[in-house]
């Protein structure tokens, strides 16, 4: 899931000029959040969606061409009415809301500078908002990172977060494999090793920062609300110290790498030096959704789906072993 | 937890002695080995020529944070020529375990860190 910036980077270095259409509305359910985004190019690349493909982004990719090629910006809703469909019952009726905006990629863009401003903001850990107003001539974004205080007629307000970390204690195979998908999620990534040949950028390559120390300090200034914090290190010399913070920081979520045995074993361990039964049944281990899978990326995967089960609030079968 | 080890070093390691970090220490040393990934952090308070307080910081294994609990238990109030002298066979031995010695490296962390951190101090004695 990378941010605004990033796709707008991917699209530089062979676009000049793209429509950016913004989900601004729905009705009948929408399977993106408000504010998704698909950018079509001027020489013909896609980045993002608005729908979860099909006819949806296809007709909004037509009208991006046809306001690049007009050069102005427009509220289009496209609604899921088409004939065939309905007569065979494959549609779900729902009608999406658009804002399509010509925009050049270059930094002088104001659309490009607002969204660049709210993204800066976001990745030095405040929430930043990006107003724009739909109603009149050409949309106009403005950054109002502390002074917004809710939405407003004739605006659509995007909430620009910044990104939860997952902490990834233990530079394993795993570990490795779950920094790629945990970024693709969306989540800031931080892999922390007591060892410096298994955290290297060659391994963690995608990862937002690699830290090499004592990994209970290292993962101090992570245990803040919003916090994942995955030990895959199968290592009790770096799980003890860390799960004895862990658990009683206001962290969203501790897990842990190892089969039922050795977990309940940890949990022992942790009861024996006084963490509370409440602090202790907040561990999740076996960590992970049970797929059934066993390499690395497989193990990743289930790991990777938990994380996006607690962020969406669904409660899921976890991993036996 | 297995007795493998014997008494001595599952006592310190469920119990360690002097595990936290000083307020305001006059030096503080990390030891670390590379492959394992055993880490201590030694800290010592000194004032003259005797060491006021000991203690130690480890994200490592049962035998390395023994050995710490053991060794800051050992040099808290004594001379800083004292500690300088402990040997790694003192460490091994105050174990009280019949190490492999594949694990020796784990046990003397801590005493060589210590002795960073007393070398670290010498200059200013």
């Given amino acids: 899931m990378p941010d605004i910036l990033e796709q707008l980077e991917s699209l530089r270095p062979h676009e000049q000029r793209v429509a950016m259409a913004t989900l601004v509305g729905a009705r009948g359910g929408s ?117 917004y205080d809710g939405p407003q007629d004739g605006v659509f307000v995007e909430r ?95 897990g842990m790498l190892a089969g039922r045995k050795r977990a309940d074993a940890v949990r022992a361990l942790l009861r024996d030096e006084g963490l509370s039964a409440e602090e202790v049944g907040r561990l999740h281990s076996p960590i992970g959704l049970d797929i059934g899978g066993r390499e690395p990326e497989e193990i990743a995967l289930s790991i990777a789906a938990q994380l996006v089960a607690v962020r969406e609030g669904k409660s899921i079968a976890r991993r036996s072993q | 937890m297995t007795l493998l080890y014997g008494v001595t070093v599952l006592e310190h390691f469920r119990r360690p002695r002097n595990q936290r970090a000083l307020e305001r220490p006059t030096v503080s040393r990390e030891g670390y080995n590379a492959l394992c990934g055993d880490r201590v952090r030694i800290e010592l308070e000194v004032e003259g020529a005797t060491i006021r307080a000991a203690a130690f910081t480890a994200n490592a294994c049962a035998i390395c944070t023994a050995s710490a609990s053991l060794l800051t238990e050992r040099v808290n109030g004594s001379a800083i020529e004292d500690a300088a002298r402990i040997s790694d066979d003192d460490v091994v031995m105050g174990l009280e375990a019949d190490l492999p010695a594949a694990r020796l490296p784990c046990a003397i962390l801590p005493v060589r860190t210590l002795r960073d951190a007393l070398a670290e101090l010498r200059p200013r004695t």
Avoid: N, W
């Fill in chain 1, 31 to 147: 399977p993106r959040p408000l504010g998704a985004k698909l950018f079509v190019g001027e020489g013909g690349r896609l980045v993002g969606s608005v729908s979860i493909g099909g006819c949806v982004d296809a007709r909004v990719v037509e009208h991006g061409e046809r306001l690049l090629r007009a050069d102005r910006s427009e509220r289009v809703t496209v609604s899921v009415d088409d004939a065939e469909a309905l007569e065979l019952g494959l549609t779900c009726g729902a009608e999406f809301d658009l804002l399509i905006e010509p925009i050049s990629l270059d930094e002088g863009d104001p659309t490009v500078r607002a969204y660049a401003s709210a993204v800066r903001i976001s990745r030095g850990g405040r929430t930043a908002f990006v107003v724009t107003t739909l109603t009149g001539g050409a949309a106009r974004h403005t950054v109002h990172p502390d002074a």
């Fill in chain 1, 160 to 254: 620009i977060a910044p990104a939860d970390p997952v902490v990834l204690v233990g530079a394993s195979d795993v570990a490795a494999a779950l920094a790629r998908q945990a970024r693709a999620l969306g989540l800031r990534v931080i892999v922390v090793d007591g060892r410096e040949r298994y955290a290297t950028r060659d391994r963690f390559s995608t990862a937002d920062e690699v830290l090499v120390g004592m990994p209970s300090d290292l993962v101090r200034p992570f245990l803040v609300p919003g916090a994942f914090i995955v030990l895959t290190a199968h290592e009790y010399k770096y799980e003890l110290p860390i799960l004895r913070e862990a658990l009683r920081a206001p962290v969203r979520f501790v």
